[in-house]
């Protein structure tokens, strides 16, 4: 288990790292290195050169910015769990956090990385999809924008441009009004690859009344997708229709099969996840002052 | 034997002392193979077969060869023609095995040539550029197909897959099965899996052409390592020198490392350079000694309406894997316990183990008992259930009682002592039973799924290796001696000898412990020594729970005989008769009281010749071979006395779970241990609790699972699940001591314990929880989704 031969490359800037990525098709970016250099010791993934940007301040920083919170590609996770603008003002990505890895793999592990990697069970890139996050990549010079709907095509296979380099991922800011999220997965080992994960972020307006509901599943298919759970707006969340929501928005949810866990569990364990983070979203909302 | 034995008051054994092994593994100054450097070290990877079975057409090196740094590229043709076949347990001869696949290989993994370089990286880069034609065969992955008609022999030159059907029939059987009130049939699968090493196998070879000698350092933990590597280079006994003072990172069977050590041991002789082959984890999971018992069990019982049991039949199917070696004796360790703790009349078992394309089953923790022990007591819950009896109730009913021992089961073992009850009362009354099941009647009444398991079991200790002779009639094995030896040196201190490798048992503070017991000296004033394997005692390293037994009774027996010589000494100093005089922490006390000092008696026997009693050697030294108590003959009829002493353990369990999700949670887990006189609790403990986890793994998570197309699919820790320490409870010990009446100072064995009961428990716990809905999940490991999917099904129809 050692890695196949190749250079390393650690760019003093985020043009340097984007001409080195230009040059070199067969190159490939070092974030955290939590899922890349175990594939390059099992010689799965054989790049010709590492670009490390880990050290590059541009991709390390958590900026408020007009139309949400922009994340460096470089932040690493133990970071963005600590981040007070997160946890205010994206917390159904703040929700999800703590279930990614175990605090060793956190404090390498990128928040870049994993949504670059597009691993079906990953809970940043299923708290992206759910939220709609904006996927920025610079390549040829020019900045290029991806919705996760678009940029997540199969499991690890994504719409990454060739020659790119991931920047910054622009998660939407909270809704007005009362907002509660909430992230559950299931996996048969703490913070191992879930089963099934599920995010719900919900608004309420004064009197209780849902305004607004959002919904997603990852690690049961190919992607993590958002479900369609607008039929929500206006109730209050009691249990007959969160219920009736799940089962509408799981209908044709693809599960797949495996050695772990089948494709019967993952549906079953999706939609009762499902029901649950709606109502914890529910329950923090309704806690949260008008 | 007569009545039970006197509990051992010790001044140093069972008393709380710091294991001494500790402090350098804890501090990083452990001695692993990885750290032995030896000067022009060549490295060794190793090139896989991608199919489960294909013909090697040809193997072209041309491009490896061409590589900087590459020094050879080696198949099994040419290592075939140099060196034997590995060891094969079983009178199978046209089943033969070497390290690199001879002609074709037998499962996907296995390793078809070795490439050597300067560094390991350059050898696995080198190792991509072997050209390997081959051309697909038939395989077979599954054991009863493989017993089919007509299915693909894995080797076509036996003839077919079965190696070992042996059908033994201890006691009447049949009569006992006319007369029962009732029976029933069950099938059990005890999953594919493993213990995991935290280091992976390693071996390091050199050849030394002007000693004529092969030095290896090796993380070995395999009897009779020295003599099988010297058989397969075909060298002479005294040309191999395995160093002992190598520490090994875990092990509990899968150490075994032969075929690594004859594939670098050749390549060691060949280039005339040391040659290090360190397996990596893929090498080690798809193709090293990763895999444990894979068994499939069908029992057939008689019983009572009251509960006693009478009769069984079991058929236990082995899937060996693709070779022979030793693996198909773990079917014969657990008839020396093949009833479990239980008065069972008469056996009928018929053992078969056959051959697949899978990876070779090499030994792990137990020696298939634990596999058997989950058969048992998943029998005994379904008797109970079936009858509508308690659980617990039943296993009292038929346990063999305190005032029976020394008890002869069926298969002709005598269990030496026990007192299994006192055992599970301690565990109810300390472990809070009826607390534990108000809780699981109030996890029930929240929507929750919540069991109890229960599970007694024994644990075998230091035996004969007696089911070699007895499945394997052409073996005429009847000891499995272990040697030690205890030298005074001039000073007057003491320093004792331990002839084998220690993968983490603590045998250097047994050794310490049991030597300064005996001799009246503080254990941390004894030095332990391991020296080669050609200045050793014979031994047959640390397998089969044996070393409280057998490495503490040879060292304790050497003391004694240290204690002889000094009394002569004394005696002889004093006038007296050595039968008058007594020995005391050193001292050596004459009638009336006289007392000859330790320093006095060193003296004599180190310089002064002619204060020695006539006819004494000078030095005082003692060496002294244990044989295996009750190990006095071969197998007669069927019959064997397989070990010697047996440890018994008692599990308690607690599970919940949620029905959908069905995660099974253990909430609270109690275990009673009784492994007569411990010598160092902490040792003790530390092997339960690691058992435990252990079995946990086995019961929920961890499987070598094959897919259709013979590929495993679990061949790092990606996919093979083992239990972090989230997955591990808090587990409460509860401590009984019944001692052995035949060893030094009560010991049995405790190194299989733990893990030995732990998944019938565990499996027990979640059949309690599923009761309801009536279901039965007969295949470890039991998996979230098989339970939620059970449940949903279950459902469907009505359940419950």
């Known amino acids: 288990m050692k890695a196949a031969p190749f250079d390393y490359l650690r760019p003093g800037s985020v043009g340097e790292a984007c001409e080195a990525l230009a040059a070199d098709m067969e190159a490939r970016v070092l974030a955290g290195g939590q899922t890349l250099v175990p594939m390059l010791a099992m010689r799965l993934s054989r790049p010709s050169r590492l670009v490390d940007i880990t050290r590059l301040e541009e991709l390390s920083r958590i900026d408020r910015v007009e139309d949400g919170v922009a994340i460096g590609a470089a932040v690493r996770q133990c970071i963005a769990l600590r981040s007070d603008i997160i946890a205010s003002d994206v917390p159904l990505l703040a929700a999800a956090l703590p279930h990614v890895g175990h605090p060793p793999t956190r404090a390498r592990g990128t928040v870049g990385g994993s949504i670059a990697h597009g691993d079906p069970s990953a809970e940043i890139a299923l708290a992206a999809t759910i939220l709609d996050a904006r996927i920025m990549f610079l390549a040829d010079g020019e900045e290029e924008e991806f919705s996760p709907e678009e940029f ?39 913070s191992d690859y879930a089963f099934a994960s599920t995010g719900a972020q919900v608004v309420l307006d004064g009197d209780g009344t849902c305004t607004d509901a959002l919904l997603g599943v990852g690690s049961v298919g190919d992607t993590p997708v958002a479900l369609d759970v607008s039929a929500l707006a206006g109730t209050r969340l009691g249990e007959e229709d969160i219920r009736g929501a ?38 923090r909302a309704v806690e949260e002052t008008a | ?62 491009a490896a060869l061409a590589m900087e740094g590459v020094v050879d590229v080696i198949d099994g043709a040419e290592l075939s023609a140099a060196v034997n076949p590995l060891m094969n347990g079983l009178d199978t001869p046209k089943v033969q095995r070497f390290p690199l696949a001879v ?77 029962s009130d009732d029976s029933l049939k069950l099938r059990v699968t005890w999953g594919r899996n493993s213990t995991v090493p935290i280091e992976t196998f390693g071996v390091i070879c050199e050849w030394n052409a002007w000693e004529k000698v092969l030095d290896v350092w090796a993380s070995i933990q395999m009897p009779k390592y020295a003599d099988q590597i010297a058989r397969a280079l075909k060298l002479h006994g005294n040309e191999v020198r395995v160093h002992y003072d190598v520490d090994v990172g875990g092990s509990y069977g899968v150490k075994r490392g032969i075929k690594q050590t004859v594939l670098a041991g050749y390549l060691a002789r060949k280039l005339g350079r040391p040659v290090r082959l360190i397996e990596d984890r893929l090498e080690n999971m798809r193709s090293g000694d990763a895999h444990g018992p894979e ?100 296993r009292q009913k038929n346990l063999i009682r305190p005032d029976e021992f020394p008890y002869e089961i069926p298969s002709g073992s005598k269990y030496d002592s026990g007192d299994y009850q006192a ?20 996890l029930r009444a929240e929507g929750m799924c919540a069991g109890i398991g229960v599970a007694a079991c024994l644990e075998p200790s230091g035996g004969n290796s007696s089911f070699e002779p007895l499945l394997n009639p052409a073996n005429r094995t009847s000891t499995w001696m272990e040697g030690s030896r205890v030298n005074i040196d001039a000073l007057g201190d003491v320093t004792v000898a331990i002839h084998t490798t220690s993968s983490g048992q603590g045998h250097e503070t047994l050794a310490a412990t049991v030597v300064g017991e005996v001799l009246g000296v503080d254990p941390d004033r004894v030095r332990v020594v391991r020296p080669d394997s050609l200045g050793s005692l014979p031994g047959n390293s640390p397998v089969g729970s044996r070393m409280a037994i057998m490495l503490g009774g040879a060292a304790a027996n050497a003391a004694r005989d240290i204690i002889r010589q000094a009394i002569a000494i004394g005696a002889h100093l004093m006038d007296a008769d050595p039968g008058d005089c007594s020995y005391d922490s050193g001292t050596v006390i004459g009638p009336g009281g006289a007392e000859i000092a330790w320093t006095e008696i060193v003296d004599v ?40 002493c047996y440890s018994f353990e008692f599990h308690l369990v607690l599970v919940a779970f949620a029905p959908v999700l069905a995660k099974p949670e253990l909430r609270r887990y109690v275990i009673g241990h009784d492994c007569g006189t411990v010598i160092n609790p902490h040792i003790v403990k530390g092997m339960t609790l690691g058992g435990i986890a252990h079995g946990i793994g086995a019961t929920l998570l961890e499987e070598f699972a094959y897919d259709g197309e013979g590929q495993l699919m679990t061949q790092s820790f990606l996919d093979y699940l083992m239990p972090s320490s989230h997955e591990v409870p808090e587990v ?31 499996s027990g716990a979640i059949h309690d929880a599923l009761k309801p809905w009536g279901i039965h999940l007969n295949k470890l490991p039991i998996r979230m989704a098989a339970i939620s999917d059970a449940i949903a099904a279950a459902e469907e129809k009505g359940h419950p």
């Open chain 2, 295 to 394: 068994r499939i069990f069908d029992i057939e019982v008689a019983f009572d309406r009251d509960g006693t049991v009478n009769a069984m039949r079991m058929r236990a199917l082995d899937n060996a894997g693709a070779y022979a070696g030793r693996a198909p004796f773990q079917l014969g360790k657990p008839i020396g316990a093949i009833v479990g703790p239980y008065r069972i009349n008469s056996v009928q078992y018929r053992a078969m183990s056959v051959t697949t394309n899978k990876a070779v089953q090499e030994a792990v923790r137990g020696f298939g008992q634990a596999p058997t022990n989950y058969a048992i007591e998943t029998m005994m819950d379904r008797v109970a259930d079936h009858l509508g009896i308690d659980r617990l109730d039943l």
């Open chain 2, 732 to 762: 409460q010990i509860v401590k009984h001591c019944t001692p052995s009446p035949l060893t030094e100072f009560g010991q049995k064995g405790s190194g299989e314990s733990g893990y030995l009961g732990s998944p019938a428990a565990i």
């Open chain 1, 152 to 190: 997540f095509i199969g499991p690890t296979v994504t719409m990454a441009p060739l020659g790119g380099l991931l920047t910054r991922v622009v998660f939407p800011s909270r809704p007005s009004g009362r907002v509660g999220a909430a992230f559950h997965e299931i996996a048969s080992r703490r």
């Open chain 2, 605 to 644: 026997a180190h310089r002064r010749f002619h204060d020695l009693p006539k006819g004494t050697n000078p030095g005082l030294t003692a060496s002294f071979i244990q044989q295996v108590p009750t190990g006095e003959t071969l197998p007669k009829d069927g019959k064997a006395q397989m070990y010697p």
């Open chain 2, 103 to 179: 002609g074709q290989n037998r499962y996907a993994g296995e390793w078809v040539a070795a490439v050597v370089a300067e560094t390991r990286a350059l050898a696995e880069d080198a190792a991509e550029k072997v050209r390997v034609e081959t051309e697909k065969l038939g395989f077979v992955i599954d054991a009863e197909q493989a017993l089919e008609e007509g299915a693909t022999p894995v080797h076509p030159e036996h003839g077919s897959n079965l190696l070992l059907d042996r059908t033994f029939d201890w006691g009447p059987v049949d009569e006992d099965f006319a007369r």
């Open chain 1, 246 to 283: 799940v089962e509408a928005a799981l209908e044709d949810l693809d599960c797949v099969d495996d050695l772990h866990a089948t494709a019967t569990y993952r549906r079953r364990a999706a939609a009762q996840l499902a029901a649950q983070s709606l109502r914890n979203a529910r329950d």
């Open chain 2, 423 to 442: 055992v599970i009362a301690k565990v109810l009354e300390q472990g809070d039973y009826d607390g534990m099941r108000a809780e699981r009647d109030r």
């Open chain 2, 1 to 62: 034997m007569s009545g039970p034995a006197k509990l051992f008051q010790g001044k140093y054994v069972s008393t709380d002392r710091r294991v001494r092994e500790d402090p350098r593994f804890v501090a990083g100054h452990g001695r692993f193979v990885q750290d032995i450097d030896r000067p022009g070290m060549l490295h060794v990877a190793l090139v896989a077969a991608q199919a489960p079975a294909a013909r090697i057409v040809k193997i072209d090196p041309s």
